[in-house]
């Protein structure tokens, strides 16, 4: 069933829309952004394919939001509606299968670096980014020097701005990607002759208003539910209910994934369920 939608505005908090937005204007949002989050100037020479190789015939194929190549690195960006359980761990086993697959294809000589930007929603927390690195307990020294996971809480950089932080000045193309009409308007009489905002706002008005977008809510929650059994049978989930898959529940329970699907997925009764709900 194709549910149409009207009257919507649809923001880049949407994986879909996100893709569309980036892909055009020769890159220029995009660039501008990862300027802002990374804190280097980077050409995209490219953009990759993100279906990412299975290594045997049972594993599901594996498919990243974005990714492209630049002169100095290559770059995942993800759209996360829900940060914890076994998103996190999809996102980490996209960006070492990258580093991975650039170690095998570079000379080491020519190795670059690998970023993994994770635009996170509904993410808790009081801090507007977090890095990520693999490095030494004890000195804090890098283990891997060219490696290494951006999370910015999407939520928290848009209560700044409303609260007038001046932190968000240097976020302040990122934020863009969070507002609804009203709010991208706003901003861009509040930052009058920033022509990214102004470029942005006419892009993302366009596409609202040209494309007749319809929604098979039916297909992405069956892609998810699918997606999430792989991930449930990938922890061993057959072999009990541990504290793991406990979280993995709840997770689904807080994306409001109906309970009878839940138990089609995991195979518990829905009275288990039932006593996960808070």
């Known amino acids: 069933m194709h549910t149409q939608v009207n009257n919507k505005w649809l923001s880049c908090k949407y994986d879909k829309v996100f893709k569309s937005i980036m892909l055009s204007n020769d890159y220029l ?4 952004i990862i300027k802002e989050i990374l804190g280097i100037e980077e050409k995209i020479i490219s953009n990759l394919s ?7 015939k049972k594993e599901r194929v594996k498919i990243m939001d974005m990714l492209f190549k630049t002169a100095n690195a290559y770059i995942n960006i993800e759209v996360n509606t829900e940060v914890r359980g076994v998103i996190t761990e999809r996102n980490f086993k996209y960006v070492t299968n990258v580093y991975k697959e650039q170690i095998r294809s570079e000379k080491s000589t020519e190795r670059k670096r690998v970023y993994q930007i994770n635009l996170n929603y509904n ?3 009081n801090v507007i980014k977090y890095e990520h690195f693999m490095q030494d307990s004890k000195n804090n020294k890098k283990y891997i020097n060219n490696l290494q996971i951006v999370e910015i809480n999407m939520d928290y950089l848009k209560k700044l701005w409303y609260a007038k932080d001046e932190k968000v000045n240097e976020y302040i193309h990122v934020l863009m990607l969070c507002l609804e009409r009203e709010e991208l308007e706003l901003l861009r009489k509040m930052r009058k002759g920033d022509e990214i905002i102004m470029a942005y706002e006419k892009a993302m008005n366009k596409m609202n208003e040209d494309l007749v977008i319809n929604w098979d809510y039916d297909e992405d929650n069956e892609i998810l539910i699918e997606g999430l059994k792989n991930d449930f049978l990938e922890e061993g989930i057959e072999k009990g209910m541990k504290k793991k898959e406990i979280e993995i529940v709840k997770n689904m329970l ?11 997925v995991t195979n518990l009764s829905k009275m288990q369920i039932q006593k996960l709900i808070k």
């Open 29 to 32: 949002f995009l660039e501008v």
């Open 50 to 56: 993100t279906e990412q190789k299975i290594s045997n």
């Open 123 to 125: 993410s808790k927390g």
């Open 254 to 264: 807080k994306i409001n994934i109906p309970i009878d699907k839940i138990a089609q």
